[in-house]
């Protein structure tokens, strides 16, 4: 199957500083790729949809300069976590749509001091 | 939009035993329904879906059941191993173009060997 790939798996920063997560679709071209959060023991709740070479477009109670999200290329998507506070701490994870099926990134844990 | 819910949020069985998860959704349009099971600490994977166009789908141990009228699909796991242990997550879309998946919110399976 299709591959996604996000790094940096896991990270630890000072609260104040930003945080960059990339999702890198790594044998196919992603139009779309989805950014969700999972809080301990709960579900994926989808944050943004990250369109390529347009604005993202964020869910309802995201905030959108908060949490950054670029898609410059068919392959790439990031997620910039801005001035991050600890509850921000979180597991974020990408996905992208190939022939139809969702395939994740493998996430990323934030902890933010 | 749509609204998923799922049932139970944990199930614990022994070895051997059948494990029935459960999940409605509310818009009429979603045609498009995977299940996914998430390791702990690892990326949700895509185990098997279903289409609107069919009610039961069957992949060795496991099964997914779709009943449209009343808006609710299932997933079975015969013979449950150790290994099944997982959090599983149904999912509802409209598919196409417009495929943005809801997830329920996930039920933690534990099979006690």
């Known amino acids: 199957g299709a591959v996604v790939s996000q790094h940096p798996s896991r990270v630890i920063c000072k609260s104040g500083t930003s945080v960059k997560i990339e999702c890198r679709s790594l044998?196919?071209?992603?139009?779309?790729m989805f950014w969700y959060r999972q809080f301990p023991k709960q579900s994926l709740m989808l944050m943004a949809t990250?369109?390529?070479?347009?604005?993202?477009?964020?869910e309802q109670g995201v905030e959108k300069d908060k949490f950054l999200i670029n898609h410059a290329s068919l392959t790439l998507s990031t997620l910039t976590v801005t001035s991050a506070h600890p509850e921000d701490s979180s597991f974020y994870i990408c996905s992208a749509l190939n022939t139809g099926e969702l395939f994740f990134g493998e996430g990323s844990r934030l902890t933010v001091l | 939009g749509e609204n998923v819910e799922q049932h139970p949020s944990t199930l614990s069985v022994q070895e051997g035993d059948s494990a029935v998860i459960k999940c409605t959704y509310s818009d009429s349009a979603s045609n498009y329904f995977p299940w996914y099971k998430q390791e702990l600490g690892k990326r949700p994977q895509l185990i098997i879906d279903i289409r609107s166009n069919v009610g039961e789908k069957k992949d060795q141990r496991i099964a997914v059941t779709l009943n449209k009228t009343a808006k609710h699909f299932s997933l079975h796991i015969t013979e449950t191993q150790p290994e099944d242990s997982a959090v599983y997550f149904c999912?509802?879309?409209?598919?196409?173009?417009?495929?943005?998946?809801?997830f329920g919110r996930g039920t933690s399976l534990i099979v006690h060997p």
């Open positions: 999912a509802a879309s409209r598919g196409g173009g417009s495929y943005i998946p809801t």
């Open positions: 990250s369109n390529e070479g347009s604005k993202a477009t964020y």
């Open positions: 044998d196919f071209q992603a139009t779309t």
